[in-house]
């Protein structure tokens, strides 16, 4: 069955510093991974998805993800925090072929100023 | 450019009491999704359309029902509320799921927020 581990409740990170969000996910075949993220009274927003032969993967709003096959991670990475940037953190996976996403419990990133 | 759009964007019941929950899509999709977000659990989905005229269970569907009114509009209803459902619920769309689709992201609405009291 498919799964999605985000180890993290909360990241605290200082504005300026690096960040990394983790997630930890397992399919049976090829993964389809998603990263969102969700700010207060708001739906989630598609920040970027898993391209298949690209490790380093770059998306919205100056975030990337680290794809690692054989460590099954997909971590959200941002080279300079911004205040901004707070908010919840979704990882999400499909199987190929799958009909629907599966989320993990989510990560509150809070950046500092 | 609407997306998704949910409404109504909040409301409180009472326990018993019913309700639909109307969903709209603007992008053409054809799947269309009801989540509901729980504090510590993610979001966990309870009913899928994957196309026009198709509807079926996901992990929590116990005391809701949906439909597939046109392509556009997907409504999730309870039936006898319960303070068990309090809870935000999302609609999403996408392309239909098929393994030429696979790596397409859903698109979110931003949500009803229901207390059952």
């Known amino acids: 069955a498919q799964s999605v581990a985000q180890p993290e409740d909360q990241v605290n990170v200082a504005e300026g510093n690096p960040l990394t969000v983790k997630c930890t996910y397992s399919?049976?075949?090829?993964?389809?991974l998603f990263w969102y993220v969700q700010y207060p009274n708001r739906g989630l927003q598609f920040l970027l998805k898993?391209?298949?032969?690209?490790?380093l993967v770059k998306g919205s709003y100056g975030f990337e993800a680290e794809f690692n096959k054989s460590q099954t991670s997909f971590h959200l990475k941002k080279p300079s925090a911004l205040v901004s940037d707070s908010a919840l953190y979704f990882c999400?996976?499909?199987?190929?072929?799958?009909?629907?996403?599966?989320f993990g419990k989510g990560t509150t990133l809070s950046v500092s100023s | 450019n609407a997306g998704v759009t949910q409404t109504p964007k909040f409301q409180v019941l009472k326990t018993g009491q019913s309700m639909t929950l109307q969903c709209a899509q603007d992008?053409?999709?054809?799947?269309m999704y009801w989540y509901r977000q729980d504090p510590g659990m993610g979001l966990r989905l309870i009913y899928y359309?994957?196309?026009?005229?198709?509807?079926d269970k996901g992990e929590v569907p116990n005391g809701y029902n949906v439909s597939r009114l046109n392509k556009r509009e997907f409504s999730l209803r309870l039936e006898s509320a319960a303070p068990s459902q309090t809870s935000v619920y999302f609609c999403?769309?996408?392309?239909?799921?098929?393994?030429?689709?696979?790596?397409?992201?859903?698109?979110f609405g931003d949500g009803t927020r229901l207390s059952i009291l």
């Open positions: 999403a769309s996408g392309f239909e799921p098929s393994k030429d689709y696979s790596n397409q992201p859903q698109h």
């Open positions: 399919v049976s075949g090829n993964p389809y």
């Open positions: 898993y391209i298949t032969g690209d490790n």
């Open positions: 999400a996976v499909r199987d190929y072929g799958g009909t629907a996403l599966i």
């Open positions: 992008m053409n999709h054809n799947s």
């Open positions: 359309s994957a196309s026009e005229g198709t509807t």
